[in-house]
């Protein structure tokens, strides 16, 4: 079992996490209020069904139940941002620890990991299939002006895509709406619109395997460092938000980062395929 190291203001953070859990477990119980709370999460998670997975198990553990809102990485921290949720899941590292250092989140805490893979047609137009190294891939699509689909959304997938054209030295954006088509989207509908216009797309693999409607689209190209993908947890902060349902958000965290929790994320399958893989503790199966 391999465990996080605790820095010190992580210390004082969940310190004060345990006071507020406290205060707002007596006020709740004294009330008789429901305990119910709201994740703000990415459409990854919700439709590959892992929450299906997840929530019945900790809902039967705990007696809380948990509202999904599934969106995109941006508009589920904007969500969270104006205390209409508890607690973030979302997966674009960059965006979530400046959501903690704005000091509207209270930690981040890593959940779960899976990976991005890029997709194409079977005809492969640019040559990429095979390759490993993701942003060359792009450069090839992008000098060559096949088509390419992009969320185009602000969700993680979005944010990740314009991150590897970055390091691909392609600007995409000249080719939009030529080459270029952003979707302005969820992931199904990106890849339907991949699939139908013969197109290039990153997609999480987790949207992947679970999609349907896969037509001629295969994956051309995976296994780069740069296409880790993990996920984290985010607690509202309190402070900016009285309303957060502290208590309930803290035991779902607690959960998730147990061996109970990391290991029903290690066992959720899809098409007899793991497409999570826990990140605290790394011993089950």
């Given at each position: 079992?391999?465990?996080?190291?605790?820095?010190?203001?992580?210390?004082?953070?969940?310190?004060?996490?345990?006071?507020?859990?406290?205060?707002?477990?007596?006020?709740?119980?004294?009330?008789?209020?429901?305990?119910?709370i709201t994740v703000a999460s990415t459409t990854s998670t919700q439709n590959s069904g892992l929450f299906d997975w997840l929530l019945p198990q900790f809902t039967d553990a705990t007696g809380i139940d948990v509202k999904v809102v599934a969106v995109?990485?941006?508009?589920?921290?904007?969500i969270a941002t104006n205390g209409d949720a508890?607690?973030?899941?979302?997966?674009h590292e960059a965006s979530e620890r400046k959501f903690v250092?704005?000091?509207?989140?209270?930690?981040?805490?890593?959940?779960?990991?899976?990976?991005?893979?890029?997709?194409?047609?079977?005809?492969?137009?640019?040559?990429?299939?095979?390759?490993?190294?993701?942003?060359?891939?792009?450069?090839?699509?992008?000098?060559?002006?096949?088509?390419?689909?992009?969320?185009?959304?602000d969700s993680g997938t979005h944010k990740?895509?314009?991150?590897?054209?970055?390091?691909?030295?392609?600007?995409?954006?000249?080719?939009?709406?030529?080459?270029?088509?952003?979707?302005g989207s969820g992931m199904g509908a990106t890849l339907n619109t991949a699939s139908a216009m013969g197109g290039y797309t990153l997609t999480d693999r987790a949207s992947w395997v679970s999609f349907a409607n896969k037509g001629d689209l295969v994956i051309v190209l995976e296994g780069d460092p740069r296409l880790h993908n993990p996920y984290a947890a985010i607690i509202v902060n309190p402070e900016q938000h009285p309303h957060v349902h502290v208590a309930e958000a803290q035991a779902f965290v607690d959960w998730l980062?147990?061996?109970?929790?990391?290991?029903?994320?290690?066992?959720?399958?899809?098409?007899?395929?793991?497409?999570?893989?826990?990140?605290?503790?790394t011993n089950v199966e």
């Open positions: 079992m391999r465990w996080k190291r605790t820095t010190m203001r992580t210390t004082m953070r969940r310190l004060i996490v345990a006071l507020v859990t406290s205060g707002l477990a007596m006020t709740g119980a004294a009330h008789g209020e429901s305990r119910t995109g990485t941006g508009q589920a921290i904007r508890d607690l973030l899941l979302v997966h250092a704005d000091g509207l989140g209270l930690e981040r805490q890593p959940i779960m990991h899976n990976d991005f893979v890029l997709v194409g047609t079977d005809a492969d137009p640019a040559g990429i299939r095979g390759g490993s190294d993701v942003a060359e891939a792009l450069r090839k699509i992008g000098e060559s002006e096949q088509v390419f689909v992009s969320r185009g959304d990740k895509e314009l991150e590897l054209w970055e390091a691909s030295g392609i600007d995409p954006r000249p080719g939009s709406g030529d080459w270029y088509r952003e979707a980062i147990s061996v109970d929790g990391q290991a029903a994320i290690a066992a959720f399958r899809v098409n007899d395929e793991q497409l999570f893989f826990p990140d605290v503790v």
